[in-house]
């Protein structure tokens, strides 16, 4: 992961936290353009009727029969003109491979002659490079991406003309939700890679420039050092977490379970394993299949004419937290089992930064949203950062 945005202090947001957003997201403007070497076969200009049914069907074959990668990102022809040298067209095959039939000139000029033997004149390179206007082979460097922003059209054309990605929604993040959506679907890729792109400028207005959200953030650290003080006077390990929606969610069907709060319990419980994460993560789960037990109670005695039982417990106060647990009712438990630690709608603020076990806990629980202290200032990660 690397930083993608700090925070500055704008006029009227002194009294509110600064946030560096952490993402392994790309900026478009300055990914680095990666080349490979492709095999490009030279034809003449303007080509017969029969060669560009010819070409396509010796990249089918070579697709098919010797495993080349699809060069969705390249454009198959090029026009190349050359002062004193007639108007050629060069056409890209496949990546050079280290070994087998791709891996050598004389290896792809056999299987062109196999395939598609017209393509292939009597003319040698040298006389193509005098003037003639046979066709040959060669190894140019060709990008393995496509071009990340109109801006960087003529870098990536300089070596071979490239299709321009595909704006989507993670190129311009409104929102936590739209940008996790965008995260799944948007992306850069070539024959097996896939990476996400974000545009930061815009992603660090979001984190800095949002007032409300800004303040949400303030209100979950606050929360986080009530917490940590209130575990400190206890004599725990002075470490608070706290989990509530994000902060364009909606807490639709989880009335009475979030907040959610926990701290560090391990001194006074005398357990290694009580972090303040891992608390947490287990209180919203133990809410979750309590009231999943509640709710099926609450059916029977509908079921025998009984139905005016509360649906749901009330919340429970922060500093009611005596064990480092909160116990809130919770929403109805989502369907199958071990579903009922997952985060993956929630956020959660804490105010150190966990530790390799409770990093991995944290992934395993698929979390929306991750905030957490770092010295004087505050992280934020999104689950497909």
Known sequence: MSENSESRQHDGKASLPTLVRLTRAIDPSTVPIALRKAWVLRLPYPPGSGTMPAVQRLLKRF?????????????????????????RMDAVLAYQAETGDLATEEEVVSLIKK???????????????EGARGPVI???????????TRSRIAEWNAFWPCVLR?????????????????????????????IDFIDRARDARMWTENTARLQWAKDGFQACLRLARQAQAKGDLPIG??????????????????PAFAHDTRISSNHPLRHAVLNIIRAVADGRAA???????????EQDGISNLPTQADSIPAEQFDEGVSAPAAPAAPAGNGTDYLLSSLTLFTTHEPCAGAVGTEMGDRICVKVDGAGARWRCMNRRD
């Open 166 to 194: 595909i704006t989507g929604p993670a190129d311009a993040p409104i929102s936590d939700a739209s940008a996790q959506k965008a995260a799944n679907s948007v992306s850069l890729t070539s024959s097996s890679t896939s």
């Open 115 to 129: 395939y598609q033997p017209d393509l292939l004149g009597e003319k040698s390179a040298q006389a193509d490079a």
């Open 138 to 148: 060669r190894a140019l460097d060709i990008p393995t991406t496509p071009i990340p």
């Open 291 to 301: 009231l999943k037990i509640r709710s099926d109670k609450l059916a029977e005695l």
């Open 63 to 87: 697709q098919a029969d010797h495993g080349a990668d699809v060069l969705r990102h390249v454009k198959t022809i090029r026009k190349t003109e050359d002062e004193g040298v007639p108007a």
């Open 241 to 258: 977490a706290y989990v509530t929606t994000a902060v364009e969610g909606s807490n639709a069907g989880m009335e009475g379970m979030l």
